[in-house]
């Protein structure tokens, strides 16, 4: 069984690929992904903060590979109503809804819709204490989102309250992504670092080939559904 509601990203990978059969949802269900040893008792829970316009293979595959790296009980996507330097992005309840479908599959992920705009230490932070009040929070991001983090406002914060969580993208390596880290003033309570499963897949990308009618390298198969049922990322007839 592919994981998630899976287009492959090319046509000759298929039912034999490695993470197809690591994280295959039952396997997730019933834990019989490798874990290492827990040093504590309470809920390890990753945040995956982002645009998500649209979540795609990249975002699921990442959040899977999470639970089993950093030892996690449940994966939380958060999307942010209004992204961080991102113009004409789609509206909020169609990403959240893109999301809610895709994680129908896998029980350790949920979607958690906030007030604020987006991830925010002052308001977004305290609300995910309350939210889940005896767990260990673990920052998910990806190597692209990683060279803004000290520039968040009250990073220093953020970084003394939650672990961190890096998958690697194309073109950029695990080391340099540790060293990267290291240079920080402000350290976070722990690091983890991975190469990501799709590396090159971007929402950017997505939304092109959905445009075209391109249903490969990423896609998700509910999110391309939802996309033409809504009428999202296509090309209207007269439009370049």
């Not at 990203?9 to 490798?34: D, F, Y």
């Not at 939210?131 to 009250?154: H, K, M, Q, T, Y």
């Amino acid at each position: 069984m592919i994981p998630v509601d899976f287009i492959p990203l090319n046509p000759s990978m298929g039912t034999s690929s490695v993470l197809a059969a690591e994280c295959r949802p039952s396997a997730v269900r019933a834990g019989q992904l490798p874990r290492s040893n827990r040093n504590s008792l309470r809920p390890r829970i990753g945040i995956l903060a982002g645009t998500f316009d649209p979540v795609h293979i990249g975002h699921i595959t990442f959040a899977l590979q999470a639970i089993e790296h950093a030892n996690l009980d449940e994966v939380v996507f958060l999307p942010e109503r209004r992204p961080r330097h991102k113009i004409g992005t789609e509206h909020f309840a169609h990403r959240a809804s893109m999301i809610r479908q895709a994680i129908k599959l896998h029980p350790q992920l949920s979607l958690l819709e906030v007030v604020e705009a987006r991830l925010d230490t002052t308001r977004t932070l305290p609300r995910l204490r309350a939210v889940f009040p005896d767990a260990e929070l673990v920052l998910l991001v990806g190597s692209d989102v990683l060279p803004s983090i000290p520039n968040w406002s009250r990073s220093a914060r953020l970084l003394n309250q939650v672990e961190l969580v890096v998958g690697v993208r194309e073109g950029e390596s695990p080391e340099s992504m540790e060293l990267q880290v290291a240079m920080w003033p402000e350290q976070p309570k722990s690091l983890s670092v991975f190469p990501s499963f799709a590396p090159a897949v971007s929402s950017s990308k997505v939304r092109s080939m959905l445009r075209a009618g391109n249903a490969s390298h990423g896609v998700l198969a509910s999110v391309r559904r939802y996309s033409l049922r809504n009428w999202l990322y296509v090309r209207l007839p007269g439009n370049s």
